[in-house]
Nanobody
Framework: QVQLVESGGGLVQAGGSLRLSCAAS????????MAWFRQAPGKEREFVVA????????YYADSVKGRFTISRDNAKNTAYLQMSSLKPEDTAVYYC?????????????????????WGQGTQVTVSS
């Protein structure tokens, strides 16, 4: 079992930055692929980015490419999402997700059903 806890959300003006953290506990963090999803009111959960267990493979949604950066520190059992040049349309609840997989192809890991563990979410609000 893996427990995930997100933090770092908040209110920011358009063009600003935020860094989200996802702290994992339970099983060995290094064997899990991690991802961030987001869900705006009235919309389906949307893939944002995924990172392989080693950090060597990363896949971004087109909507955040060039603005968001994912990273992980396996020694700290933590994944991060650095968000820059934020837009009002980035407003959503952001969820951290994890699953055991050795695949290096993160482009195959964009569906919520691929992930077994989820955090409770953290709200990000971008004002115009």
């Amino acid at each position: 079992q893996v427990q995930l806890v997100e933090s770092g959300g908040g209110l920011v003006q358009a063009g600003g930055s935020l860094r989200l953290s996802c702290a994992a506990s339970g099983r060995t963090f290094t064997t899990y692929a991690m991802a961030w999803f987001r869900q705006a009111p009235g919309k389906e959960r949307e893939f944002v980015v995924a990172i392989s267990w080693s950090g060597g493979s990363i896949y971004y949604a087109d909507s955040v490419k060039g603005r968001f950066t994912i990273s992980r520190d396996n020694a700290k059992n933590t994944a991060y999402l650095q968000m820059s040049s934020l837009k009002p349309e980035d407003t959503a609840v952001y969820y951290c997700a994890a699953t055991y997989t050795t695949t290096p192809v993160m482009g195959r890991m964009t569906q919520p059903l691929k992930y077994d563990y989820w955090g409770q979410g953290t709200q990000v609000t971008v004002s115009s």
